[in-house]
């Protein structure tokens, strides 16, 4: 039996906040608005029409109050966990279920057990008041566990509509990222055009921040994670201005996106801050990435500092264009020649077959990296054959070129200072982190409007909480936003598919140009900031703090 610690009981107490339109559900009425159009282009929109015929085009929808009370029929909903764990999960189900319960307490909410693959074994339990009070405020996915499996393939549908019809499920809630909640569109126009009385909703889930758009300011978990990132990285910096003899290169989960590196960088200053996107749309060679670095390295010695903070984002190297090459090309050769592949039993073997299949760019590339490089790209491929990013250790390969470059100044006269390193990466460390207040308050209301969009009768929407850089409650604005209005088209293994597109760093958007605006200053000096552990009870500017990207982006300072 697992015991609770004396935080998790403490815990358990704390009554999250929420918007005053969510505060009684049978009040609470679907005001329709009207719908920011898309920046796809009309092309891609026709598209996108053509494939959701059912569910596209359907009006935003604003909860507002109606004093008004209505008498609800009793309704079941059946949640999902999909993808990797974000922290303030548990809460959404929890405002789900005592939002449900709340209005009929005849209802019923089930939840399917290993993310989607759950629903196709059909394995759930049903949850009810008692189950749920353990996780109230609590970290992790654990209550009902997670998977990746999508439901995609007409069978997997229509085995998806049986056991949720079966089951007099009326609203399935799929709580993901970006690929989730496409399938969560796709599902909602099957159910729709099978005229099936299940409807389907999606929650934003990701730590890496890069479901995010026009309608979405922040998904939920990417706050606590990066504050939790953010204080052991405070912590590396300490002990570096201590000894004062190491430099730190720190890997951050984001294989898409760098925006969790990015916020983790304006939460703690390190000296160096690689983003992926800046150096694709420079066209940086990695020669030129390491030469910057090199050339931060050579200034810090010249001042009497060698140490430091480097922080690297986990898809790096997929953003430097000859390795981005190199890896499309590796994917291609061995993806089309996997059983052959699979078959050669050692490295020498494997690598001597990938280079003679290689462009001659991607080869010289290939034969210039280190040997552990190599073999990563070789060895570490998922079930299709492709390179799996977030297992090659980025930051002992520019290590080994900075090392290298450094070497070479030295026998120049041009450094004499000591450069040793230590590694670290961070990411499964955030994921199932307490949940901050913010992040505990925002799914907790995500849940809540969940039920409220249900109630509505509405199918292919998200919850969405904005206004969220408000620390009083009250102000926070609950929508449902058709996932429709949110898909671009993209290639997908040479086919057009369509989906909820991945929001990348943009340099021009106002959380770049802060660290832009900083980066020569926190490079040459030792200005690191020291994240406090997060804060639960207490001042409100401690316990209730707001992401740095969020303040920035709607014109407030950061300290």
């Known amino acids: 039996m697992i015991t609770s610690t004396a935080f998790e009981k403490f815990r358990r107490s704390y009554q999250p906040r929420y918007p005053k339109s969510l505060r009684s559900l049978s009040n609470t009425e679907a005001q329709e608005i009207a719908v920011m159009e898309s920046s796809i282009d009309a092309e ?30 009793a309704m079941t909903i059946a949640v999902v966990l999909s993808g990797g764990p974000a922290p303030g999960g548990h809460n959404v189900i929890c405002g789900i279920c005592d939002g449900l319960f709340s209005v009929n307490a005849s209802s019923k909410v089930y939840g399917f057990l290993g993310g989607a693959s759950g629903i196709l074994d059909d394995k759930c339990i049903e949850l009810n008041l008692d189950i749920i009070e353990r996780y109230r405020n609590t970290g992790g996915f654990d209550l009902l566990g997670s998977g990746r499996t999508k439901i995609e393939t007409p069978e997997q549908c229509e085995r998806c509509q049986k056991v949720l019809e079966d089951k007099g499920v009326d609203v399935l809630v799929i709580i993901g990222g970006d690929d989730s909640n496409t399938n969560a569109a796709l599902l909602a126009e099957y159910f729709k055009e099978k005229n099936s009385k299940v409807r389907v909703l999606g929650v934003p889930k990701t ?5 995010k758009n026009d309608y979405v300011e922040i998904s939920f978990g990417f706050y606590t994670a990066t504050r939790l990132y953010a204080e052991l990285i405070g912590n590396i910096g300490r002990d570096a201005l201590s000894t004062r003899k190491y430099y730190h290169f720190i890997r951050l989960m984001g294989r898409s996106a760098s925006r969790l590196t990015l916020e983790v960088a304006l939460l703690t200053r390190p000296n160096i801050t690689l983003i992926s996107e800046e150096i694709q749309s420079m066209k940086k060679t990695l020669a030129e990435v390491i030469d910057e670095m090199v050339k931060v ?82 060895m570490d491929r998922d079930p299709h054959g492709n390179v799996q990013v977030s297992k090659i250790e980025t930051e002992k390969l520019l290590i080994d070129l900075i090392e290298a470059k450094l070497k070479e100044l030295r026998a120049k006269g041009r450094y004499k200072g000591k450069f040793s390193c230590q590694t670290h990466f961070l990411g499964y460390e955030g994921r199932c982190a307490a949940p901050t207040n913010f992040d505990a308050d925002y799914t907790y209301s995500l849940g809540l409007n969940v039920v409220a969009l249900s109630l509505a009768g509405v199918t292919g929407y998200m919850s969405v909480i904005k206004n969220l850089v408000k620390t009083n409650r009250d102000e926070w604005e609950a929508y ?52 406090e552990p997060i804060q639960y009870l207490g001042d409100g500017s401690v316990c209730d703090s707001v992401s740095p990207t969020l303040l920035l982006e709607n014109d407030l300072m950061i300290e």
Do not use: C
Not at 56 to 68: D, R, S, T
């Open 44 to 73: 891609q929109k026709e598209m996108i029409k053509k494939l959701f015929p059912a569910t596209y085009g359907q009006p935003a929808l604003k909860m507002v109050v109606n004093e008004g009370k209505k008498e609800e029929k």
């Open 207 to 211: 730590i890496d921040g890069d479901l």
């Open 480 to 531: 449902g936003i058709p996932l429709s209005a949110m898909m671009n088209m993209e290639v997908r293994n040479g086919k057009q598919v369509p989906v909820i597109k991945k929001s990348l760093v943009s340099l021009e958007e106002k959380p770049f140009q802060e660290l832009l605006r900083h980066r020569q200053n926190w490079a040459q000096n030792n200005l690191y900031r020291f994240a």
């Open 297 to 378: 390295i050579v200034d810090r010695a010249d001042k009497g500092f060698d140490f430091g903070l480097v922080l690297i984002p986990e898809g790096l190297i997929e953003f430097i264009p000859e390795m981005k090459l190199l890896i499309q090309e590796l994917n291609k050769v061995l993806g089309e020649n996997k059983e052959f592949f699979d078959t050669l039993s050692s490295f020498t073997e494997r690598s001597e077959y990938a280079n003679r299949h290689l462009s001659k760019d991607a080869s010289y590339v290939f034969s210039n990296l280190p040997v552990d490089i190599q073999r990563q790209l070789l």
